[in-house]
């Protein structure tokens, strides 16, 4: 079926999915790099080992590497076609596993500091020559916005044609540009050519928002009219030019059989793409050889070069490149090449200064090179899945549920009070009042104070009144009872009988001697009242009636968190009393005062990956300190004074330091072996590999250069929290609690978006960043049951799946915010909400930021920095079949983002925040705003419901199909249609 795709495809047609030329371009974009490198550098490249890149360069176009080739920045994915998703080329550059299931085996990035650290220098170069291939290929336009181009795309085959008349403009352009890590050259040139450039299929693209047509400015000229997209810089880079048409659609054909007025914007487009390829093929160059040289090699790299996939690729390679020759040999040679006009109209302007000086979307931040290190023996290779796709769901037969009224729970209802027995009492003493503040704390006293938040779309105010007793105070009243025993002479009551209808009166025998009179002396009791005030409560009984003389029951005080007890208001200081010997009514009340702040180090540890980072990658352990105060602090690590991170008494030896200071509130990271520990995050402190951390548990101290112990976290008899089958971090919540304490730490609750193992993976950890909140939402849930929570908020949403079996919670108050355009929740198992109306769940843009705290209104994702939210930020949520949704209490906007429902590029795309198929779902107590199109949709015989809820701003509120049953009241309209 795959060989089936590719040639049906017309891939090996007039350009195979390529980026440019094999032949022409690729390898002289290499000798123009080596070119601008060693007129900075010595020593320089020789012919020989330009020449090894070159062949490199050319060897990676090699069917059906290609496939591999196309890096989308916006989106952070590689090639879609024949419905599966390739790896994009800046992870396949560094992933020697996924390259042995191709023709020509593994020619990563790891791979050829392998062949140079043993000396092999022909296969170092030739190899390296295969990732500098991969970078000029992020400077196509096509490779980077998701274009696989089956029949050609016109701006490579200009470059092929045209590049004898292109050179001189391109070297006078070229500078070197420095690269410190080959993920940061990739995202440097794949997000200039992205964010600049159109391709021809994606002029109409809705998954970029840069260039932005509106921004595209036309200018009438003498010969017609010129367009020109004015970039962040100020700088105009030619779109189209016409003389017959302003319809700059219309024009913009980048096609070489049209005019050569199109030849002129190709050429533009050349002038500033180039370039770029060069400076960055130039700069990955001497990151390289930078890397080889000063670091010893010590990745895993796999000792097999290719597998039976690979080879099986092979052959698909010879067949490939068999048709193509068929198919050139058919369709003759029919490019033209560019006008002398054309070059020397753009040259003029070439000569005084570049079209486009930079970029409009700025480069990713420099991260940390990935180098990695010899290991004695190369594990067994992982299974690494390459494609994503996702089956088509069949429908079953449709699913009908019964209205049923709502259900309604009545109030519970005190019981009548049991009147007291009546007693024969002697007259009361004057009685003793206790105001109610003296017994019982206030609320006042009592209640904590915490933060709400307010949200403008959904101002719901609830107001719960209490009424009071009558009275204002409580009256209590000590009183003697005497109880006199006597003897008397008892007539019982008349018991009639229905007996011959006789009544027989029944008198006792009275006694014949004198009574005597039996006295008692009167008992007093007391009544003891125990209360606390704020900040602590009180255990055992808080009210006793005691007889005089006799002892009450003991009480405790008991603070709450942050208090401590300091004494009963009697000056009583002991916690727990019993008091004795009881002559008087007694009220006191427990004090407490609020704990002063703990003493907290400067510096903490902060985070400890005890467990490494994945199956594979169990010895890639890590820390991480943070910085407690406003003030940045230095630490020396090397000399007789010096700061040391110890295990279990050894201090950890340093391999490399980048940094050695800690700024404030900031972070420090150690990572094990190399900076390929934890990719895409600059380590501060890379230790030696022989530093290990037993999984059963260790003691760790930070010592200041004083001999000081700053921070120890004892977990000597087993890490409290952490590892398991994630590879989870234990992650310190509590910088004032003690470090050897449990509760001072958590499990990791997710990974980060930035954070990559060495393998590509996710990190379950934080490294760099806070430890609650920023959890990325992004692949399959592993968890049968999650829960997402306020705590833990704003989470970061990608493409999350909830898969069939498994279940999402969100709780009261969970915010999620999308990181990009594609953000989407697509369930197959169970989505539910367990929000209030008081504390809904939220859904949102990643640059929202109507909220109440910073936190919350952090800016997300890869939105324009300066922009605000709007419809159709993200796409929303996709119910598959069999899967149920109980969507409560929830706050959606901004979503509606278009997307093809069943992946298919050349089907209709949909605006549809809530997309129901096949599945049973509930839409009660919510509020979608700014939604796109439609805000619901249920289709293939799905069960829908949507009670009490509002819709605000948009086209179409809900469509329901013919085969799908619906309940639908109680709802409002605002600015929208209802639909239904």
Known sequence: ????????????????????????????????AAQ?????????????QIGWMKQGAIEEDT??????????PINDRGLLFNNIRYQSSKKWAQDPFNQQNFSMGDNSWQKAFLYYYKANEKDAFITLGHTLHLIADASVPAHTRDDPHPTGDSYEQFVKT??????PDIKKLSQFQKVDSLEGAFDSVAKFSNGNFFSADTIESKNYDYPIKGDIKEIETDAGFDAYYKNKNGDNLLVWKSSRSKNWKDNFVLDTKQAPLNNTILTSYSQNLLPKAVGYTAGVIRLFIEQAEDQTVHDKVPLIYINPKGVWDTVVAGLINKAGDIWNKIKGNTAESVSAEAVSELSAAVNSEPILSAPIIEPAPAVVPSVPAPVSSPPTPPIIPIVTSEPDSTP?????????????IPSPVAPAPTPALPLAVAPPPAPVI????????????????????TTTETSTTTTTSSTPADDDSITTTTTTITTTTETTTTTPLESEEEDDGDVTTTTPETPTTTPETATTTPTTTYILIYSSGAGGSITGSSTQVIDEGSSGESVTATPEFGYHFVNWSDNVTSTSRTDINVVADLSVSAVFEVDPPVPVAEIVINEIAWAGTDSGHANNEWFELYNTTDATIAMNWSG????????NGVNLSAQKINNSVIAPHGYYLFERTSDNTIKNVTADFIYVSNSDISDSGAKIELIDSAGNVVDSVDASGGWFVGGGSEFRSMERIDEYGASSVASTWQSNQGPRFTPRTYGGSMVYGSPRDNNIGTIALIGNQLENELTLTAANSPYLLSAYTIPAGKKLIIGPGAVLKSYNNDSSITVLGTLEMTATADNPAIFTSGRDQSFSTDELNKFIGTYSIDSTSQAKDWQGMRFKSGSTGVINNAIIRYAGNNYYPNGYIYTLSVSEAIRVETATVSVTNSTLSNDGMTFIRALDNSALTVQNSIFNTGTTAIKIDSSSTANISDNQYNDIAPGV
């Open 63 to 72: 069917p059906t590497r290609w496939l591999n080739h196309f890096y989308d």
């Open 1 to 32: 079926m795959f060989l089936f795709g590719i040639f049906g495809s017309d891939i090996f047609g007039p350009e195979p999915a390529l980026g440019y030329d094999s032949n022409i371009a690729h390898p002289n974009i290499v000798e123009l």
């Open 162 to 167: 045209n590049w004898d008349k292109l050179v």
């Open 434 to 453: 206790y105001h109610v503040d003296e017994i019982i704390s206030s609320a006042d006293d009592t209640t904590i104070a915490t933060s709400s938040t």
């Open 396 to 408: 079953t037969s449709p699913l009908v549920l019964p209205v049923q009224p709502p259900l309604i």
């Open 36 to 48: 601008v490198y060693n007129a900075k550098f010595n020593p320089d490249l020789t012919a020989e």
């Open 640 to 647: 007789s004074n010096s700061w040391h991170l110890r295990v």
